[in-house]
Nanobody
Framework: QVQLVESGGGLVQAGGSLLLSCAASGYVNAMGWYRQAPGKQRDVVATITRGGVKYYADSVKGRFTISRDNAKNTLYLQMSSLKPEDTAVYYC???????????WGQGTQVTVSS
C-alpha cells in the first residue's frame, strides 16, 4: 500500500503563489492533482505521466505547472496568479502500477483571499 502525503497548502492573497508537494511512499504510475471546493464535485487540476506528459484543466492553464521527480517519488504543483476561485482542498492522486484502485492523499487546503 502506497501512502501519499501532501504539503504546502495555506492562505494567500489573490495574485500570489503557492507550491504544493506530494510525497509517495512507493513506486506509482501517473500522478495528478485534483481539487474540491465546498459544495462542488472533485475536479482534475493537472496530471502527469511517468514520462512527463502533462494535462491541465482549462481553468489553470498558464498559471499552474505540474512536475514530478521520479527518483524521489514526489509530485509538485506550482500555482501562480492565484484567484479566489482556486480556493479548495487539493488532493494528490496516483495510479497503481498494473492498474487497480487509485491512491489518494488526505488533501491540503488552499485559500485565496480577494
Amino acid at each position: 500500500q502506497v501512502q501519499l502525503v501532501e504539503s504546502g497548502g495555506g492562505l494567500v492573497q489573490a495574485g500570489g503563489s503557492l507550491l504544493l508537494s506530494c510525497a509517495a511512499s512507493g513506486y506509482v504510475n501517473a500522478m495528478g492533482w485534483y481539487r474540491q471546493a465546498p459544495g462542488k464535485q472533485r475536479d482534475v487540476v493537472a496530471t502527469i505521466t511517468r514520462g512527463g506528459v502533462k494535462y491541465y484543466a482549462d481553468s489553470v492553464k498558464g498559471r499552474f505547472t505540474i512536475s514530478r521527480d521520479n527518483a524521489k517519488n514526489t509530485l509538485y504543483l506550482q500555482m501562480s496568479s492565484l484567484k479566489p476561485e482556486d480556493t479548495a482542498v487539493y488532493y494528490c492522486n496516483a495510479a497503481r502500477i498494473g492498474g487497480g484502485k487509485d491512491y489518494w492523499g488526505q488533501g491540503t487546503q488552499v485559500t485565496v483571499s480577494s
